[in-house]
C-alpha cells in the first residue's frame, strides 16, 4: 500500500474533504513520526506496533574488492515490532488472499 493509497481510502470514508486535504492530513501525520524518530522518541499505535531506534555500534571492515580496512560510523536504525492484534490479525489471513507476494486489498462494503 502506497501513500497515496491511504489517501483514496479516506476520501472513500470522508467524502465531504478535499483530496489536497486528505493528502496534507496524511503528510502530517508522517512527518510528525519521522520528526519523533529523529527526537529519538519511541511512536506506539496501539493495536498495530511500535516504531523505536535502536543504536547500531560503529565497525570496521575490510572492503572485499579494495581489500582496504574501512570504518563504518555508529548509527541508528529504526525497528518495528508488531502489535498483539496486528500480528493475530494477520496471522489468521490464509494463502489465498495472497496474490504474487502481495495481499488483495478490498475496501469494506458500505
Known amino acids: 500500500m502506497l501513500k497515496g493509497d491511504f489517501v483514496v481510502r479516506l476520501q472513500q470514508d470522508f467524502s465531504q474533504h478535499l483530496k489536497?486535504?486528505?493528502?496534507?492530513?496524511?503528510?502530517?501525520?508522517?512527518?510528525t513520526m519521522i520528526?519523533?524518530?529523529?527526537?529519538?522518541?519511541?511512536?506506539e499505535i496501539r493495536g498495530i506496533g511500535n516504531f523505536s531506534l535502536h543504536s547500531q555500534k560503529g565497525r570496521k571492515?575490510?572492503?572485499?574488492?579494495?581489500?582496504?580496512?574501512?570504518t563504518c560510523p555508529a548509527s541508528y536504525r529504526v525497528v518495528f515490532k508488531t502489535g498483539k492484534d496486528l500480528k493475530s490479525s494477520?496471522?489468521?489471513?490464509?494463502?489465498?488472499?495472497?496474490?504474487?507476494?502481495?495481499?488483495k486489498i478490498s475496501s469494506p462494503d458500505k
Open 61 to 70: 571492515f575490510v572492503n572485499p574488492k579494495t581489500g582496504r580496512l574501512t
Open 20 to 31: 489536497k486535504d486528505l493528502e496534507t492530513v496524511v503528510d502530517v501525520v508522517f512527518d
Open 35 to 43: 520528526s519523533a524518530l529523529k527526537e529519538k522518541r519511541r511512536i
Open 90 to 103: 494477520v496471522s489468521s489471513v490464509s494463502n489465498e488472499s495472497m496474490t504474487n507476494g502481495r495481499f
